[in-house]
């Protein structure tokens, strides 16, 4: 198993580097120490085989059969506790993203819960307003502080705005399929409802935002009709299904001809990364079979499509009406 494990370390070794000195750094340890691992006079501990892994990017299921065939490994997102982190995840997912889009056979499939975050990263208060949400919930400061949305959006960094938008911009290159339902967008109503009846958003911020929902809305409706990305210079394919059957769980999944991926979300933005194969293929598995119990929106008929995206709005312009009367009734 170690030699296996070494062969395949050194496989992915600059060639400009000694591979020895590469372990023994690693690993902090001497150069005859990293020597005797190399050529298996001294077997490694599980610590340092985690270790090179994690360092070297490799995925232990990829090589060895871990654990009873229910055991895989998953990767663990960096946590996110502040503006700066958030920024970094951002960066990230652009890194990640962005081979994608010069694939044609790359898709992403969606499973959404809660409006996917692609639709909330433009230049709108709604994006703004999701960053505001986030950090309370993740920032344990924020959390305790009383900082209204309408002073925390001056203080936003430029530049994490920027990566927000330019993540958004990539997710426009990649064949994409949605599984959406009819409370998909009940979780961002709840998120404006109680904070602003926390009064830490304004009634005016409150309806720029419902505003900007309702935009998401017109944006999402237009791809289904058109069956394509809308500002995608390369045509990347749209279908939205309605899934009535299961409940929606924000779970991603990357498709490529030679690779899959799936996300699963465990907090607000972190997530855990599964690459094993086979559970991969029953996941997609999955998503085939709901596509098959769902209503293809672009398919269905002007009649349902029409039904669907209007129980939105009328959430929305209910939600307009709330924001209103309490304000009329303010005085209580």
């Known amino acids: 198993m170690q030699k296996v494990f070494i062969e395949y370390l050194k496989s992915q070794q600059a060639s400009n580097t000694s591979f020895v000195d590469q372990i023994a750094t690693v690993l902090d340890i001497g150069y005859d120490a990293a020597y005797r691992r190399i050529n298996f006079k001294t077997n490694l501990t ?87 949400v986030w950090l309370k919930i993740a920032n344990r400061e924020m959390t305790k502080n009383k900082i209204s949305f309408d002073d925390f959006i001056e203080t936003i960094p430029q530049s994490l705005l920027d990566k927000a938008f330019e993540l958004s911009n990539t997710y426009n290159y990649i064949g994409l399929v949605e599984f959406w339902n009819d409370n998909t967008i009940n979780g961002t109503i709840q998120q404006i409802i109680y904070f602003y009846e926390s009064q830490l958003l304004s009634k005016e911020m409150a309806l720029k935002i419902c505003d900007d929902l309702e935009e998401i809305i017109h944006h999402v409706e237009k791809q289904t009709i058109q069956q394509s990305i809308i500002n ?50 029953i996941m997609e598995d999955f998503f085939e079979r709901q596509m098959t119990n769902s209503k293809l929106l672009v398919h269905s008929g002007e009649k349902d499509r029409t039904l669907f995206f209007n129980k939105m709005h009328q959430k929305i312009n209910k939600l307009r009406e709330r924001i209103n009367i309490d304000e009329a009734f303010g005085f209580e």
């Not at 990017?57 to 990829?62: A, D, G, T, V, Y």
């Not at 390369?234 to 899959?260: C, E, F, G, P, R």
């Open 46 to 132: 599980l610590e340092e085989g985690v270790t090179l892994a994690k360092h070297f990017k490799i995925s232990l299921n990829k090589l060895f059969e871990v654990g009873s065939e229910q055991a895989i490994l998953v990767e663990r997102s960096p946590k996110i506790y502040n503006e700066k982190q958030l920024e970094l995840y951002f960066t990230k997912s652009i890194k990640s993203l962005t081979p994608l889009t010069n694939k044609k056979s790359a898709s992403l499939i969606y499973s959404a819960k809660d409006i996917p975050l692609f639709y909330t990263l433009t230049d709108s208060f709604i994006t703004r307003y999701k960053i505001y």
């Open 232 to 281: 995608s210079k390369n045509n990347a394919s749209y279908q939205l299904y309605k899934s009535d059957l299961l409940t929606m769980s924000n779970i991603l999944m990357v498709k490529t001809t030679h690779k899959k991926i799936f996300f699963v979300p465990y907090t607000v933005l972190e997530y855990l990364k599964i690459e094993h194969q086979d559970t991969c293929t």
